[in-house]
């Protein structure tokens, strides 16, 4: 059996006896292709290469191999190997096992297919960024910072009072698709859930800072640069793809407007962040 899916632009289909759909994958099924950008076969037994050496990354352990299969990567509890993977060169190949222990079930779709998605979307120009999304009148807001500063506030602040509507609450990709930069959809997004199946132009990338009061500046590509780079979801496995993923992180930072916004969790942040777009906007219009 064979399910399609296409999140983000780029086609993943997943073929095996059981696959372990869950509710967070539904809404990416699509209608059958003939080629997809990267098929995955679920594999019965562990592959259980004994690499050498191997890098650890986010509970992720990666080795390079030789031949076709360049990556293998598996997942483990103690000496319990919870998932593992044989990746092509290209990544249009990938044999995964996943552990079919129902503790470990849930597994397949995060952390290992979220992983592997990952990596994917950088050789389709894309990055996955911890920070939370919304669209707004067709434009794509997004609010980046580490965790507990006010990210998922910022956004419902959005929703709440300008009618957004939530991309991803912790983890869109921001893609570049026929020479456009778009804020994407994906299934993961964290403890609240929330996401939906789109991808729109990006209009802002705002990074957020707690303060006593709202304040917001434009800030230069260098300040960019270091306030993203440590909210990207990056391939430390591999040297080439790393530099495949600053290029694109440069992209991203040349190709929108960046702002700092040190703000208290109330509408007064919203509406300076709402006025800077407005005004933005206009100028380039």
């Known amino acids: 059996m064979t399910e399609y899916y296409q999140i983000a632009g780029i086609k993943i289909s997943i073929t095996g006896p059981v696959l372990p759909a869950r509710e967070s994958l539904r809404p990416f099924l699509c209608e059958p292709y003939e080629k997809p950008d990267t098929a995955i076969a679920l594999a019965g037994e562990p592959v259980n290469v004994k690499p050498v050496y191997h890098f650890s990354d986010r509970g992720a352990h ?16 103690d000496n319990i190997i919870i998932s593992d993977a044989l990746i092509s060169g290209d990544w249009s190949k990938i044999s995964v096992y996943a552990n079919p222990c129902k503790s470990y079930r849930e597994y397949f779709i995060k952390p290992v297919l979220e992983t592997l998605f990952y990596n994917i979307c950088i050789l389709h120009r894309g990055i996955a960024l911890h920070s939370a999304a919304v669209e707004w009148e067709g434009a794509g807001i997004v609010f980046s910072a580490p965790s507990g500063t006010g990210k998922s506030t910022q956004a419902d602040l959005w929703v709440k009072n300008y009618g957004a ?30 996401f939906k199946n789109m991808c729109v132009p990006m209009a802002a990338l705002v990074f957020l800072e707690q303060y006593p009061e709202n304040k917001i500046y434009p800030i230069a590509a260098a300040e960019s640069l270091k306030l ?46 709402k006025e800077c777009i407005t005004e933005n906007r206009s100028l380039r219009g």
Not at 167 to 172: A, F, H, L, Q, V
Not at 244 to 254: E, F, H, N, P, R
């Open 62 to 77: 990666w080795a390079k191999l030789d031949g076709d299969n360049k990556y293998y990567c598996f997942f483990r509890d």
């Open 165 to 194: 509507t939530y991309i991803n609450g912790d983890r869109p990709i921001l893609k570049f698709i026929d020479g456009g930069l778009f804020v994407c959809g994906t299934a993961w997004s964290g403890s609240a859930g929330m």
């Open 228 to 273: 993203i780079l440590p909210r990207c979801f990056l391939p430390y496995h591999d040297r080439e793809m790393m530099a495949l993923a600053v290029d694109i992180i440069g992209a991203v930072i040349s190709r929108t407007a960046c702002w700092r916004l040190l703000c208290t969790p109330d509408e007064g942040a919203a509406e300076l962040v």
